[in-house]
């Protein structure tokens, strides 16, 4: 059974600080993705990592890929306000269909 | 574009209770799913289904019920409500290639 733990769970930063979100999972996969989502609302798709090695960025957000390790980062440079939210990654478990496994997610708390 | 779209956004039901939820996408895409959401437990797969007339259940499925006679449309029953069926049901859709998944808006449900 596929297990995606995030780490931290909460993260409260002040901003133009750096951190890193942290996601492993437990079982081989070639894709994992990453979902912003705001109170109340729903998941909006930040990042898909579709290989080893894979890194991608947005704005103040990087995303990158060890799938020996089984492990992805969720970078943020010099944090601001907006940036805060629920910050989720899914593992996609292949098999007769693609079927997204979710880690317990990150609430991010950027103050002033 | 409409996108992928959950009807009803909230609802209320006493314990027995039966009621359906819809998912519609626009976007002709041929997976779907069900999720809910509960507080720190991310998100988690009810039921899914990877084209017209197929379905399959997901890592919780038990007190739910699933139908897909539409390629856009999947329908999510629950025949006898239990107050542990409170949650945030979020419906999504993706491509064949597991590019990304859409996520609706959710629907709110309190069984009490």
């Known amino acids: 059974e596929l297990k995606v733990e995030q780490n931290p769970l909460f993260l409260s930063m002040q901003e133009g600080k750096n951190y890193t979100i942290y996601c492993n999972y437990s079982?081989?996969?070639?894709?994992l993705y990453w979902y912003r989502q705001d109170p109340g609302k729903s998941l909006e798709s930040l990042f898909v990592?579709?290989?080893?090695?894979a890194v991608k960025q947005e704005g103040r957000l990087m995303a990158s890929l060890d799938t020996k390790a089984r492990l992805s980062t969720l970078h943020i440079t010099a944090a601001v306000h907006d940036l805060s939210a629920t910050y989720f990654c899914?593992?996609?478990?292949?098999?007769?269909?693609?079927?997204?496994?979710f880690g317990t997610g990150t609430r991010l708390q950027v103050t002033l | 574009n409409a996108g992928v779209t959950q009807t009803p956004k909230f609802r209320v039901l006493k314990t027995g209770q039966s009621m359906t939820l819809l998912c519609a996408q626009d976007?002709?895409?041929?997976?779907m799913y069900w999720y809910r959401q509960d507080p720190g437990m991310g998100l988690r797969l009810i039921h899914y289904?990877?084209?017209?007339?197929?379905?399959a259940k997901g890592e919780v499925p038990d007190g739910y019920n699933v139908s897909r006679l539409k390629k856009q449309n999947f329908l999510l029953g629950l025949e006898s409500a239990a107050p542990s069926q409170t949650s945030v049901y979020f419906c999504?859709?993706?491509?064949?290639?597991?590019?990304?998944?859409?996520f609706g808006q959710g629907t709110r449900l309190t069984v009490v």
């Open positions: 999504a859709s993706s491509y064949w290639d597991r590019s990304e998944a859409f």
């Open positions: 079982t081989t996969s070639d894709r």
């Open positions: 990592l579709l290989s080893n090695g």
């Open positions: 899914a593992v996609d478990s292949t098999g007769t269909a693609s079927k997204l496994t």
């Open positions: 976007m002709n895409h041929e997976y």
């Open positions: 289904s990877v084209g017209e007339g197929t379905t």
